[in-house]
């Protein structure tokens, strides 16, 4: 345990969560970090934007997420605060395929330190349907671990701001359908999974992974201001291809630096792979 070593033992921090992440972010942070989290009970955080579309979100991700903390170190009168967000789309090069993103920062008041960390998740539970009845969409809905993974309905066209979240028992989501598909210009109801960390176990396993390589990264400081944080922060791709030797797209070094100076060293890739595949060289396989 690192926790009375690190930079944080002892402090408090304020999660501004409104969604249960505590239970996923608070045993990394004490753990590893000696950090004590609390929820302040006050908070909105959904004023800065929902999932759902109800409010639209002001901003990029990283900067929802740093407004987020700062909302969460106003409101606790902390000088230390956690937030996480997450965002959920289609694979930018396979459209088939959805991608989880999920971000995790700490912004630290006393040092000016935002440090921040992700993950992607290849298989997150982010689905949905048009449809008339729940017998067409039942075993979709059962593969995303429905009950136990919510979920929400709203008419599929309009009328605007008719929508039931967080459904977690067979005859309320029936329910739900039947009345979104009554009031639908087109007959149909849109169901989707709630992605909110509370009622997405998937994700709530994601931010618990992510907390856990923050805080790790938080345990390591920068060899030239010694802030903490010090990590990979991006990579360089030109990895040789085993045939001819040719640099490929493949990630040759990751770049190691800091939240708080330019301080940067690059390594090669963690994995320990020295060659690429020569079917990814623009030579050998073109
Ligand atoms: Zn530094
Ligand atoms: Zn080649």
Request: glycine share 10%; net charge negative; with cysteine.
């Amino acid at each position: 345990m690192k926790g009375p070593a690190s930079a944080f033992a002892g402090r408090r921090a304020a999660l501004a969560t409104m969604h249960g992440k505590e239970r996923a972010i608070v045993p990394a942070f004490r753990d590893i970090l000696g950090i004590d989290i609390e929820v302040p009970g006050d908070l909105d955080t959904d004023q800065l934007g929902t999932f759902s579309g109800e409010i639209e979100r002001a901003g990029s991700m990283d900067e929802v997420l740093v407004a987020k903390a700062r909302l969460g170190l106003k409101v606790s009168g902390l000088d230390l605060a956690i937030a996480s967000e997450g965002s959920f789309g289609p694979h930018p090069q396979m459209p088939f395929i959805p991608v989880g993103l999920e971000k995790l920062v700490l912004v630290d008041a006393r040092s000016g330190l935002v440090a921040m960390e992700q993950s992607i998740d290849l298989a997150p539970s982010y689905a949905s349907w048009d449809t008339a009845s729940m017998i067409d969409i039942e075993d979709q809905i059962r593969a995303t671990g429905f009950p136990d993974q919510a979920m929400i309905v709203r008419p599929n066209t309009g009328p605007a701001g008719i929508v039931q979240k967080g459904i977690q028992t067979s005859e309320n989501l029936e329910a739900a359908i039947v009345h979104a598909a009554r009031v639908s210009s087109d007959g149909l109801a849109f169901v989707q999974t709630d992605m909110r960390a509370h009622f997405n176990p998937r994700r709530m396993m994601s931010i618990g992974s992510l907390a856990k390589k923050l805080a790790d990264r938080l345990c390591q400081s920068c060899g030239s201001c010694s802030a903490p944080g010090w990590g990979v922060k991006g990579t360089e791709a030109g990895l040789p291809c085993s045939w001819c030797g040719a640099p490929t797209a493949w990630v040759l070094h990751e770049i190691m630096g800091c939240f708080m100076c330019d301080h940067e060293t690059s390594q090669p890739r963690s994995d320990g792979l020295t060659e690429a595949d020569p079917a990814h060289c623009p030579y050998c396989n073109p």
